[in-house]
Each structure stands twice: as structure tokens, then as C-alpha cells.
């Protein structure tokens, strides 16, 4: 049995800084993983940590070639260390909440190629029953998203749950998506139920290069001996949404980030290679829930179900 008296953790002053990278150093186990975690240099990470380790009196971590461990003081600190972090979290929520007239934020991160369709009915009827409730959805990048709901700063994450580590998220399947094939209107693909990827070898193709099932695709086409050719890359779906709009070339986006009013563009299933995906609610294990962001979250899924259920009747 490890004893440490209570002198041995009566430490100097410390900020918040100091916390969070020994945390990102437990988790990554890695100096160079954790400082790029924390978006900070190597040296300051490392410093950091010599730092505390100097106020508590002894190594936190043990250090190899291989990586890190905490040591069996580590492993105390970093307990307590978590605990006082979802505490701050906590503090921070509320104080949010206090400047917000009292009321309270739902934050919502939607991975950029989330479209709103099959979410703003479940979110108007949730929010009918319960007018205080304020929803801020922020879309970013995927990896923006995990990031900032990991910190606690969004509630949930809706997004694409593909190998996402499962120790860290939990996931809650709202609905499946495919993929279609998205082209102007008047464009020859309006004409047929359905466009296999072969015939795009024809058209301008426009890529995007952070598609979670550009892997995929790329595999597909060489398999089958299809060169396709994109002279044009964005991250944006919304820039590729225009350019297709312009008459620029032809894409392959998650179906419902595209709405069914949009005037200029039309699409169609993509038939071969048949892609599908699994759009989540996506938590942080080690962030507690809200009873307001678990009643959102069950709208969600029984909205999504029953559409779905819709769908498959037409």
C-alpha cells in the first residue's frame, strides 16, 4: 500500500495550464502526442510538468523510450487532478449559464457534414415543451468538435461515429445516412434512378479530401479500374455546394447535407460502391451529462426513428 502524507501534496500556486497537460500526459502517455493535444510546444509541456513535480515533491511520471506512466504519485494526482477539472468545467458551465439571464445553453457541435434537416424538427418540439432551454449548434471539423466536447465546452457532438476510441465517447445511432451523387439540375444524372461511379469518370469530379469514406471510394475505384480525376479539392460543403450549383462539376456528399429545397442542385443514390454511415449523438465519457442534453438526445433519436420509418414506408 502507497501511503502519502498530506504535506507531500500541500503544493505552491498552479494554473490551469499545469493541470490540463499532465492530464493530456497521463491519457497519451507520449510528451510529443500530449504537447501537440494541447496545441503546445514540446519543451513547454515538459517544463510544465518538471514544474509540478518539483511543487509535489517527487516524479509523476516515469519516462522510457516507448513513452510514459504515471508513477504511483502520479496516479493519485491525476485523480485528483480530474476530479478538480470537472469541477471547473462544472463552475464554468454555470457561471455561463448566470450571464445567460439564468438560462440554459445547449451546445451542439455539428461535424461539418451534418445537415440540419432531420435535427431542427426534434429541436423546435424539445424546446417548445421547454422554452427556457437556450441550443447553440456550432459546425466544425470533426476533429474541432471532439476536441472542444472533450473539454466540455459542447454537450453533444452529432456526427459520424467511425472509429471514434470507445474508452473516450459514447455513441448513440440517430439515424443512417447514404451517399448520393450530387450534380446541377438539367444535368443527364436526372434522368436515372441512380449513378454508379463509373459514370462520373466522365464528369468534373470535386473532392473532398476530409470525406470519412474517401478511403473507400479511392479503394473502390481502383478495384474496379476507374480513374477519376478531381481538379477540384475543398473542405467546405457548402463551397461545393456552390460550385456543383455553377455547373462546375459533380460530387458525392452524406445525403441529408443536402436539402431537398435547394434550387440549383439535385442528386441521386450513389449505386456502386453503396455507402452508409451511422450519424450520432456523440458524449464524452468523462464529461457528465445534462438531464436537458439527455431529454434532447432521446427527442432526437425517437424523431429520427420515426422518420426513418417514413421513409421506408414511401
Sequence with gaps: MIIVAASQLKVAPMDLRQIRYFLALCEHRNF???????????????QSIRKLEQEFGG??????????QPTPLGKIVRTRFAAAMREILRAEADADRYVRLK??????????????????????????????IEFELISEAAAVCLDRLREGWFDIVIGGASNLPEELFQCEI??????????????????SDG???????????????????????????????????APYRTNNVET????????????????????????????????????TRDV???????QPMRRQTADLVRKLKSHCISRSHQDAAR
Design 32 to 46: 510529443t502526442h500530449a504537447a501537440s493535444a494541447c496545441h503546445v510546444s514540446q519543451p513547454s509541456l515538459t
Design 240 to 275: 461545393m455546394k456552390r460550385l456543383v450549383s455553377d455547373r462546375v462539376g459533380v460530387t458525392v456528399l452524406p445525403r441529408y447535407s443536402v436539402s431537398v429545397d435547394e434550387p440549383k442542385i439535385d442528386t441521386r443514390p450513389l449505386l456502386r460502391p453503396s455507402l
Design 103 to 132: 438560462h440554459v445553453p445547449i451546445r451542439i457541435g455539428l461535424m461539418e457534414t451534418i445537415g440540419i434537416e432531420r435535427l431542427a424538427p426534434a429541436i423546435a418540439a424539445h424546446r417548445a415543451v421547454l422554452p427556457e
Design 59 to 68: 516524479a509523476l511520471v516515469t519516462r522510457s523510450r516507448s513513452g510514459c
Design 195 to 229: 449513378v454508379d461511379l463509373s459514370e462520373i469518370t466522365e464528369e468534373t469530379l470535386l473532392d473532398r479530401p476530409n470525406c470519412e469514406m474517401r478511403d473507400r471510394l479511392v479503394a473502390f475505384s481502383i478495384e474496379e479500374g476507374i480513374e477519376l480525376y
Design 280 to 286: 450520432c449523438a456523440i458524449r464524452a465519457r468523462s
Design 174 to 191: 440517430l439515424y443512417p445516412e447514404d451517399y448520393v451523387v450530387v450534380f446541377p439540375r438539367g444535368h443527364r444524372f436526372g434522368t
